[in-house]
């Protein structure tokens, strides 16, 4: 006889989100080498889960400036956690060549992994629209090869060039391969996510678009 635990089916529910995300993470060539043992470090998932919980719980549903940094604080540290479990994880082969997992996988694992539970919360904001979703107003829109070229184009299309706020740099440099974008120096952000990061708040803010940065792959991607 099955067990309908409500934690049992919550867990479920988040196992198949996160193993969603972690496919997009490490597909075609975002990953080098034998990746299938990566579902097996369980230590991520459950940094990730800590992440997806507090937002979902609401720690940074506040617009101010102070709620931001700490969102922003907690998603590097949670990156930086997932990286550091998965590359020194005794899962990985050491018989085969296998890269290492980048800034670029952790964030698209993680903010994936949002997308998804953003996508599951739905039936809730029909419910309770403002409050929950506003649970979402600091989560950070997914970077991959589509959405890279959607937003600079975007960008190059929304603001001519005195208005920009900031230099994108070329196509070649702004759209070249997310999975093997490392951390910055002192280990922070990569200059090249902050700055996708930025443009796509600064479209919004210049088209008045009452959207948070999640919301906008859903709409671009």
Known sequence: MYNYDRVILDNRVFNFIYGCALHDAVLQKAFKGERTWIADVTEAKETVKKYINSVVKGDFKNADNETKKKHEDFFLKTAKEVCNQINNSNFK??????????FGNAQKLINMTVK????????????????????????????????????????????????????????????????NEDF???EEQPCRYKKFQEAIKNIIDEKQGNIFPIEYDYIFW
């Open 116 to 179: 998804h539970v953003y996508a599951h919360t739905y039936s809730i904001h029909l419910l309770d629209y403002a409050s929950i979703r506003n649970h979402f107003r600091h989560c950070h829109c997914p970077m991959d090869s589509i959405m890279l070229g959607k937003v600079w184009k975007e960008y190059k299309n929304v603001f001519n060039k005195n208005e920009r706020k900031n230099d994108l740099g070329d196509n070649e440099y702004f759209c070249q391969s997310w999975g």
């Open 93 to 102: 082969p050491t018989n085969v060549s296998v890269g290492n997992f980048t």
């Open 184 to 186: 910055g120096l002192n």
